[in-house]
């Protein structure tokens, strides 16, 4: 048995590259979903949709952790003109937009959601992983 030990850090950052990459596979499924909701392709577009709700949770998820890893408060921490905290808030509002419309079978809502409101929000992720590494 072999075990291997790293440094918290070296873990850390890690899981930031990890979370970059899995926000690039989010904005991929949000496009497609959003592509496919406007085709009318009910079955395809669900099972991107599914994936975009499942790579929010799971992203949500992550930054949680690495917030109390850090022990960061999120609303506290400015990005642009808010604080993370507001960033995390505005992203829950999203979802339930979105689950609204999915619940309403608007799926050109959806679509316009997905593409307008969501997508901009996860692409400040983008900037943010960058922003989060500075405070270790």
Same mark, same amino acid.
């Given at each position: 048995?072999?075990? +291997?030990?790293s440094?918290?850090?070296?873990?850390l &950052?890690?899981? *930031?590259a +990890?979370?970059?990459?899995? /926000?690039d596979?989010?904005?991929? &499924?949000?496009?497609?979903? %959003? $592509?496919?909701?406007?085709?009318?392709?009910?079955?395809e577009?669900?099972?991107? !949709?599914?994936? +975009?709700?499942e790579?929010?949770?799971? !992203? @949500?998820? @992550?930054?949680? +952790?690495i %917030?109390s !890893?850090?022990?960061?408060?999120?609303? $506290?921490?400015? !990005?642009?003109?808010?604080? *993370?905290?507001?960033e995390?808030?505005e992203? %829950? #509002?999203?979802?339930?937009?979105?689950?609204?419309?999915?619940?309403? =079978?608007?799926? /050109?809502?959806?679509?316009? =959601? *997905?593409?307008?409101?969501?997508?901009?929000?996860?692409?400040?992720?983008?900037?943010?992983?960058p922003?989060? #590494? #500075?405070?270790?």
């Amino acid at each position: 048995v072999e075990i +291997v030990s790293s440094d918290k850090m070296e873990l850390l &950052n890690e899981h *930031l590259a +990890v979370l970059e990459e899995h /926000i690039d596979t989010l904005i991929s &499924n949000i496009n497609k979903a %959003s $592509e496919l909701f406007r085709i009318g392709d009910e079955v395809e577009s669900h099972k991107y !949709f599914g994936a +975009v709700i499942e790579g929010i949770r799971w !992203f @949500s998820y @992550s930054i949680n +952790v690495i %917030s109390s !890893f850090l022990r960061i408060d999120m609303r $506290e921490l400015k !990005f642009q003109d808010k604080t *993370l905290g507001d960033e995390i808030e505005e992203l %829950s #509002k999203i979802i339930d937009m979105l689950s609204e419309s999915q619940e309403n =079978q608007d799926v /050109i809502m959806l679509a316009d =959601q *997905l593409e307008y409101e969501l997508l901009p929000s996860v692409e400040k992720w983008n900037q943010v992983i960058p922003e989060l #590494k #500075k405070h270790f």
